[in-house]
């Protein structure tokens, strides 16, 4: 169904993704891992056509470079956040994107039914939550009932709770024969959406694993979600690189990798920077063979009183 | 492979929506957004109330007298269209395709069955949809007020002060869609549109007079200089098809009309139309080729 063969992809001198080649027949679920920087969001947008590349993309047997156009008609693509039009109603939302997948005649209200929005048809896409948006999103890269879905860290930006309903949602539209490409960070989308994984390192594919043999061979036990707000990032960012942690961009805040026994430091170091954080998540990184430790990395930390933990 | 190419080949049976039909969808939007946009709702306003004033006092200071009072409207009027219509044009084409990169609608677009060529043309037709509706809104007041007070005794005039205003409107927006390509933030794009609709309004016309003055140009190189900037093209096209002459534009209107004479027409239409073709193609290249985000 995506036929991927030496692509590469390169921002300047930089390579994103170096000479990857992946094929996914139909009904299957590739997950695409590996840290920030490396490759997925570039891959995913290869294949949808946004960016150029070399190498060589076929959809359904489409080359995306020479009819992208044809090529995204059997793609349902989900990005991590919904940028729209924030005064449009999500009925007329529904409506613009069907008639320009050419579905005139689809149905606003069953395409939100099916992603459980029903009855906020006539809401402000601005009035939805990140969750409710997210759904959108899914509610219109189903229009037209794609073959393929493709998705880019979507639960990013969402809280647990959210997060937990969009992937059982996820789960449900698969195994029915449609084919699913998607990035993720977290341990537990992978286990419950893909059958293999892609393990993406500097833009290098270095292998691919079944999913039920899948382990990720972390150094760090932990991915501590710290959200922080806007003009705290790059402060936050900067103090934590300097205090040997290698924390990147993400969504709403930023990614720290920790190891199980300093899951406390960057909040110190944050902390002696005079850099507030709002909220914060653990994401486990589980080893094949690790063993639980203490409280594990899935404890909720004593240090900000708002947070949460991810299961 | 076998099942996806059979999956392929079944869906390549829905063919994607065709591009005069994904264009139009686009520009419904675009149109709609434009519309309701609280900066184009004040241009409008500015527009009429501006030309309402400028209709009431030459109207009264020549007493209402026939054509050659309309002559003086025309000035008035010529004179704000060329402050006001390009800088909405400019302004709107600008903020369209950098604010829609910054909040991520563009690369969401464009993951769509949809081109980079119809998201333009879309946005292009759309703005300029509205352009027309402003430049109607504006221009019909005045008309009206004119007739009114026995100010214009050619409808024509003013159809082809109207039609003049849309054409210098979609070259201006040209020009804004263009910056908007080339630019990622929608404020740098529009401070762009701002520094170029300055150039064009202000600095132009000095640089022109001091080039005149300092480097001794002939009267012919003149009038080829003042061909480059749209907006005084506007002004000698507007001028010429209403009064025939362009005397109030000193020696370099007197040697356009004995040089060129009926054939200036065509003359400003190829370089209006320059302005609008060539920087659209522009952008269709940009966007085609940079990344949407």
Same mark, same amino acid.
């Given at each position: 169904?995506?036929?991927?063969?030496?692509?590469?992809?390169?921002?300047?001198?930089?390579?994103?993704?170096?000479?990857?080649?992946?094929?996914?027949?139909?009904?299957?679920?590739?997950?695409?891992?590996?840290?920030?920087?490396?490759?997925?969001?570039?891959?995913?947008? /290869?294949?949808?056509?946004?960016?150029?590349?070399?190498? %060589?993309?076929?959809?359904?047997?489409?080359?995306?470079?020479?009819?992208?156009? %044809?090529?995204?008609?059997?793609?349902?693509?989900?990005?991590? +956040?919904?940028?729209?039009?924030?005064?449009?109603?999500? @009925?007329?939302?529904?409506?613009?994107?069907?008639?320009?997948?050419?579905?005139?005649?689809?149905?606003?209200?069953?395409?939100? =039914?099916?992603?459980?929005?029903?009855?906020?048809?006539?809401?402000?896409?601005?009035? $939805?939550?990140?969750?409710?948006?997210?759904?959108?999103?899914?509610?219109?890269? $189903?229009?037209? @009932?794609?073959?393929?879905?493709?998705?880019?860290?979507?639960?990013?930006?969402?809280?647990?709770?959210?997060?937990? +309903?969009?992937?059982?949602?996820?789960?449900?539209?698969?195994?029915?024969?449609?084919? $699913?490409?998607?990035?993720?960070?977290?341990?537990?989308?992978?286990?419950?959406?893909?059958?293999?994984?892609?393990?993406?390192?500097?833009?290098?594919?270095?292998?691919?694993? @079944? /999913?039920? /043999?899948?382990?990720? @061979?972390? =150094?760090?036990?932990?991915? $501590?979600?710290?959200?922080?707000?806007?003009?705290?990032?790059?402060? %936050?960012?900067?103090?934590?690189?300097?205090?040997?942690?290698?924390?990147?961009?993400?969504?709403?805040?930023?990614?720290?990798?920790?190891?199980?026994?300093?899951?406390?430091?960057?909040?110190?170091?944050?902390?002696?920077?005079?850099?507030?954080?709002?909220?914060?998540?653990?994401?486990?990184?589980?080893?094949?063979?690790?063993?639980? +430790?203490?409280?594990?990395?899935?404890?909720?930390?004593?240090?900000?009183?708002?947070?949460?933990?991810?299961? | 492979?076998?099942?996806?190419?059979?999956? #392929?080949?079944?869906?390549?049976? *829905?063919?994607?929506?065709?591009?005069?039909?994904?264009?139009?969808?686009?520009?419904?939007?675009? &149109?709609?957004?434009?519309?309701?946009?609280?900066?184009?709702?004040?241009?409008?306003?500015?527009?009429?109330?501006?030309?309402?004033?400028?209709?009431?006092?030459?109207?009264?200071?020549?007493?209402?007298?026939?054509?050659?009072?309309?002559?003086?409207?025309?000035? #008035?009027?010529?004179?704000?269209?060329?402050?006001?219509?390009?800088?909405?044009?400019?302004?709107?084409?600008?903020?369209?395709?950098?604010?829609?990169?910054?909040? #991520?609608?563009?690369?969401?677009?464009?993951?769509?069955?949809?081109?980079?060529?119809?998201?333009?043309?879309?946005?292009?037709?759309?703005?300029?949809? !509205?352009?027309?509706?402003?430049?109607?809104?504006?221009?019909?007041?005045?008309?009206?007020?004119?007739?009114? *007070?026995?100010?214009?005794?050619?409808?024509?005039?003013?159809?082809?002060?109207? #039609?003049?205003?849309?054409?210098?409107?979609?070259?201006?927006?040209?020009?804004?869609?263009?910056?908007?390509?080339?630019?990622?933030?929608?404020?740098?794009?529009?401070?762009?549109?701002?520094?170029?609709?300055?150039?064009?309004?202000?600095?132009?016309?000095?640089?022109?007079?001091?080039?005149?003055?300092?480097?001794?140009?002939?009267?012919?190189?003149?009038?080829?200089?003042?061909?480059?900037?749209?907006?005084?093209?506007?002004?000698?096209?507007?001028?010429?098809?209403?009064?025939?002459?362009?005397?109030? &534009?000193?020696?370099?209107?007197?040697?356009?009309?004995?040089?060129?004479?009926?054939?200036?027409?065509?003359?400003?239409?190829?370089?209006?139309?320059?302005?609008?073709?060539?920087?659209?193609?522009?952008? !269709?290249?940009?966007?085609? *080729?940079?990344?949407?985000?």
């Amino acid at each position: 169904m995506i036929t991927i063969t030496n692509l590469v992809k390169t921002f300047g001198r930089t390579p994103a993704v170096d000479d990857v080649s992946l094929s996914l027949d139909q009904g299957d679920a590739v997950a695409l891992w590996g840290s920030n920087g490396a490759g997925k969001t570039t891959l995913i947008r /290869c294949v949808l056509g946004l960016l150029r590349y070399r190498g %060589a993309i076929r959809v359904g047997g489409i080359d995306v470079r020479r009819n992208g156009k %044809a090529a995204r008609m059997l793609i349902g693509y989900v990005p991590q +956040e919904l940028g729209f039009y924030d005064e449009l109603r999500v @009925d007329s939302a529904i409506c613009y994107f069907a008639r320009l997948k050419g579905i005139p005649s689809a149905s606003p209200a069953a395409s939100l =039914q099916g992603v459980g929005l029903e009855g906020n048809g006539g809401k402000r896409v601005r009035e $939805l939550s990140g969750g409710m948006k997210q759904r959108l999103a899914l509610a219109i890269a $189903l229009l037209g @009932d794609p073959p393929i879905l493709v998705l880019d860290e979507v639960t990013a930006s969402l809280d647990a709770l959210g997060r937990h +309903e969009f992937v059982g949602l996820l789960r449900q539209l698969t195994g029915s024969g449609r084919t $699913l490409l998607f990035a993720s960070h977290r341990l537990e989308e992978v286990r419950s959406l893909a059958r293999r994984v892609a393990r993406l390192e500097r833009g290098r594919l270095l292998r691919i694993d @079944d /999913c039920a /043999c899948f382990a990720p @061979d972390a =150094q760090h036990a932990a991915v $501590l979600h710290l959200h922080l707000s806007a003009d705290e990032r790059m402060p %936050a960012i900067r103090a934590l690189a300097a205090g040997g942690f290698s924390p990147t961009l993400n969504g709403t805040g930023i990614l720290v990798p920790v190891a199980s026994e300093h899951k406390a430091a960057p909040f110190r170091i944050l902390a002696d920077a005079q850099i507030a954080v709002d909220n914060f998540e653990v994401d486990a990184v589980e080893h094949s063979s690790a063993t639980p +430790e203490p409280g594990g990395g899935r404890r909720k930390s004593s240090t900000p009183p708002d947070s949460e933990v991810t299961q | 492979m076998s099942t996806a190419i059979s999956v #392929g080949d079944a869906f390549a049976s *829905r063919r994607p929506p065709s591009m005069a039909s994904n264009t139009l969808c686009i520009a419904r939007r675009e &149109l709609r957004d434009a519309l309701k946009s609280r900066w184009f709702v004040l241009y409008t306003l500015a527009f009429v109330v501006l030309g309402l004033a400028v209709s009431f006092v030459s109207a009264a200071g020549t007493g209402g007298t026939g054509f050659s009072g309309f002559g003086r409207t025309t000035a #008035g009027l010529v004179n704000l269209i060329l402050l006001v219509v390009p800088l909405m044009a400019l302004t709107a084409g600008a903020a369209t395709i950098a604010s829609d990169r910054e909040r #991520g609608m563009l690369a969401y677009l464009l993951s769509q069955p949809v081109s980079p060529v119809e998201v333009l043309l879309g946005k292009y037709i759309g703005l300029g949809a !509205s352009l027309l509706a402003a430049i109607s809104l504006g221009l019909g007041a005045c008309a009206v007020i004119l007739s009114w *007070r026995g100010g214009v005794s050619s409808p024509q005039a003013i159809l082809w002060l109207a #039609g003049l205003s849309f054409v210098l409107a979609l070259g201006m927006l040209s020009v804004g869609i263009m910056i908007s390509s080339l630019t990622r933030r929608a404020s740098a794009a529009v401070s762009v549109a701002i520094f170029v609709w300055l150039t064009l309004v202000f600095v132009s016309d000095l640089a022109l007079m001091a080039g005149a003055v300092a480097l001794h140009l002939r009267i012919d190189e003149l009038f080829a200089l003042s061909l480059l900037n749209p907006l005084q093209v506007f002004k000698m096209w507007s001028l010429h098809a209403i009064d025939a002459n362009l005397d109030v &534009l000193g020696p370099a209107g007197l040697y356009a009309v004995e040089e060129y004479g009926r054939s200036l027409h065509a003359i400003f239409a190829v370089w209006l139309s320059a302005w609008i073709v060539l920087p659209l193609v522009v952008a !269709s290249v940009v966007l085609a *080729r940079k990344s949407p985000l």
